[in-house]
């Protein structure tokens, strides 16, 4: 079983940067994908970006390419998201989700087969 923690949320001004972390416990991080969902309140929980078990490949929702940054470590079982040019509607608590798969990276949340309790993101405009 994975166990997954989030931090690096807080408040930033619009334009500004925040680097999220999500450390994992557990054998199996090194062979699975990882991605970031968001939600903010009253919408549904989105896919983010997501990144392979070897940290080649990638995937971002259009509304945060070339903003966000997805990368990970495996040596010390942690994934990262380095969120740019943060806008007020990124505003949501961030989730960390991990799926046993070296490579797949599905845009559907039920997908995913372990979470991390969320951070919360709020960027003033």
């Known amino acids: 079983q994975v166990q997954l923690v989030e931090s690096g949320g807080g408040l930033v001004q619009a334009g500004g940067s925040l680097r999220l972390s999500c450390a994992a416990s557990?054998?199996?991080?090194?062979?699975?994908?990882m991605c970031w969902f968001r939600q903010a309140p009253g919408k549904e929980r989105e896919f983010v970006a997501g990144i392979d078990w070897s940290g080649i490949s990638n995937s971002y929702t259009n509304s945060v390419k070339g903003r966000f940054i997805i990368s990970r470590d495996n040596a010390k079982n942690t994934v990262f998201l380095q969120m740019n040019s943060l806008k007020p509607e990124d505003t949501a608590v961030y989730y960390c989700a991990g799926r046993r798969s070296l490579t797949t990276i599905p845009r559907a949340a039920r997908e995913y087969d372990y979470w991390g309790q969320g951070t919360q993101v709020t960027v003033s405009s």
């Open positions: 557990g054998r199996t991080f090194s062979s699975s994908a």
